[in-house]
């Protein structure tokens, strides 16, 4: 996730947080209703203004998950490297 959805994503949550608690919301059937309105608002809003849709947005070659797998992969082997240099 770059930026620009990151950013998105996190005023999407922060407007419906505020109007679940402006609402006192405390059914979880219509907070599901409240959070797919405000997804919509936002996505028309984005849209509205020219911007980039999150599912056009580009996406990295590698997870957040293959790099982690990766370096704990990489950090091993200087351990064994390590451990047979003594």
């Not at 990151?6 to 979880?28: G, H």
């Not at 936002?42 to 998950?65: A, D, H, Q, Y």
């Amino acid at each position: 996730m770059g930026s620009e959805e990151l950013e998105d994503n996190i005023f999407r949550i922060a407007q419906t947080d505020d109007k679940l608690r402006r609402d006192n919301v405390d059914n979880e059937y219509i907070a599901n209703s409240v959070h797919y309105e405000v997804g919509r608002e936002v996505r028309n809003s984005i849209k509205r203004l020219g911007g980039m849709m999150p599912e056009n947005l580009p996406t990295p070659e590698k997870s957040f998950k293959e790099l982690e797998k990766e370096i704990k992969d990489e950090n091993k082997n200087i351990e064994v490297s390590a451990s047979n240099k003594l």
